[in-house]
């Protein structure tokens, strides 16, 4: 995908290719964030998180997902209403759930910040400080157990179930999604119900024509969670961010064959 760099009034301007600033640097006294997407990337490739977090690598920028964003945006608004009167949603009545109301607790804003705050815990023995900004959290109110939720928005033909949603092998990342930000919580010393919630809006495809809106089935996907493998791979994440060496590439990575394909031509 082509991208262009554009200043603020929308003109071209020369991409540096660089960063200056949110570069890494083991001895900084000032804690470095490092988001669960980040964390995410270290997952998918060490080699370009490195280039990204240590030397400053700029990855192209990607458009918004706007459409994506809405739902999350109305979604947030409903649940911001149950949260206020303390009342059910209505999905948690067609999906059999009782007991449950959206969490009021005065950092539900900041939790669902990921720009500037998310969750955050300081990663032991690091300037690390580990952030991810949530789509919701519910409360069991028997348990005092908090429930953790994330909205997706998709359009897929795949029957809406538990089974298909969570064997999906493009929904593995959403799995671990949703552990990073369990991990998050239990180390601010919350209890963390053993399910969490994916919010599925599925837009429907089977309609006569546009006419100026969409339809969406709407679906809760339970999912237990499991962290036991993270302090594994944050250990791992420090080892690669205090090495001088570049950790190897993904080799099923398509951009990497294109840049090496590309400079062959090139040369
Ligand atoms: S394989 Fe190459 S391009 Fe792909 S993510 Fe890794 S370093 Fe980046």
Redesign the pocket.
Known sequence: MLSLKRNGKGEFVDAPGKRSRNIYSPNSEKPFKLSRGKFSDFL??Q??FY?DRVKGLASPSMPGWSLNSLTDDLLKKEFDVCRETQTPHRIFDESGLTNIVPFNHPDIDKWRDSLHHGVQYPLPNSNILLTGGVDDVWIDLPTQKLIIVDYKSQANSQPLTPSYYLSNYYHEGYKKQIDFYVYLFQKNNFSVSSTAYFYVCNGIKDTDGFYGKMLFNEKLIPYKWDTSWIDTKLNEMLEVLNSENLPD??QS?E??AY?VQRSQMES
Do not use: A, F, G, Q
Request: aromatic share 0%; with cysteine; glycine share 0%.
């Open positions: 998918t490739c080699r370009c280039l590439s993904n990575c951009n990497c840049s």
